[in-house]
């Protein structure tokens, strides 16, 4: 027998949708949230809550909520997890319908989904396509996930590491790396292999890493992210080389955005493709003194009116790039506005090479590909 609870908060018709959660056989007392995606754009985190939330996501229970949903165009995708707190963290989700208040529409999820910190691979989060007729309107995919830790000297770190993937259609939501193949994870000079699974967002373009370090000694050195997907030869490599965290302007920052290789360096010669707007070519030139180039990671900020985009990371000096009275050229996808630029590269490697502070000098263009 399955009961229904009801939630009464009263919402604009254009916005207002129904969520119904069918719990499975074991039923949660951690709080869940709802992310919906649509071809315009996202709504959430939607906390799912009620007055009693003793008497929510009970086993063989489903759970009705009204909830605002807006601007997210046609609806393809949605997300759902609790935080694994409470007594009864375990959550076996059954499925999950969304209904449109004014025009009836109505969106079917199929769970079956175990939201666990141990079992499968200790996600407390599912993502869950449309089905219509019966079918995935986007197939899931397993992500392969391989953290390398750099063999720099206390390059580990014992403290959490969340990732978050983005590619053509959407992203993955910021994941906590829990379960690695390893007994003990971000050891120095290690691989460590999670698994994300998503639907399906197409070409990766971007990794997000977060790290939260109680102190420096927990700061942790990550070398590069490579992420694969079953039953495909190739690799998406996402260089870091650097701390995390990591100051800059005199903030501390828990997170960094890392872009693809390819997008980041581009040294071989190749046939003049068609430019498109936002393309910008980085032309990167290391003065001739005897010590003017550098092992560090080098990564640009550009400023403009409306904000700052960076760091877009350029490279390392350990892959033959920034030798003294060298040229290196990069393509990078800028926003028009952004106006002027900096290089930052590397504190750490500056500590330990400190002869690089006074010796390092770089000039810089910006041209735009036409």
Known sequence: EVRISQSREILQPEDEWKVLVLTGNTGTQANVTL??????????????????????????QEDEF??????????????IGHDGTSEQPEWSLQRVTIKHMKSKKILEFAANAWL???????????ELPVV??????FPLVRYHVDIHTGQLKQAETESEVSLCLYGERGDSGLRLLYKSNMPLKF????????????????????????????DTSQH????????????????????????????SQGIIHSEIELYLQEMQINHQPKIQEEANEGDWKVTVVTGD?????????VSLYVYGEAGCLGPIILGSGKHQLFNPNTEDTFKVKLICYYLFAKIYYDIYSL????????????????????
């Not at 709504?43 to 809550?49: A, I, K």
């Not at 003194?289 to 990671?297: D, H, I, P, Q």
């Open 116 to 126: 666990s910190r141990i079992q499968a691979d200790g996600d407390v989060v599912c």
């Open 187 to 214: 050891q120095r000079g290690q691989i460590d292999t999670f698994h994300v699974e998503a639907v399906s967002l197409g070409k990766l373009q971007k990794v997000l890493l977060h790290c939260e370090a109680s």
């Open 351 to 370: 500590r330990q090479n400190r002869e690089l502070f006074v010796s390092f000098g770089i000039a810089f263009a910006l041209h735009f590909l036409v």
């Open 132 to 137: 219509k007729e019966g079918q995935a309107i």
């Open 35 to 60: 992310w919906v995606y649509g071809d315009e754009g996202v709504t959430g985190p939607v906390h799912l809550s009620k007055d009693s939330p003793e008497q929510l996501f009970l086993p063989r």
């Open 220 to 247: 942790w050195y990550c070398e590069k992210v490579v992420v694969r997907e079953p039953g495909s030869a190739s690799e998406s490599i996402f260089t870091c080389e650097r701390w995390l965290p990591f100051m």
């Open 66 to 79: 009204q909830v605002e949903i807006r601007n997210t165009g046609q609806i393809y995708k949605i997300r």
């Open 289 to 297: 003194l005897e010590n003017a180039g550098t092992t560090a990671a």
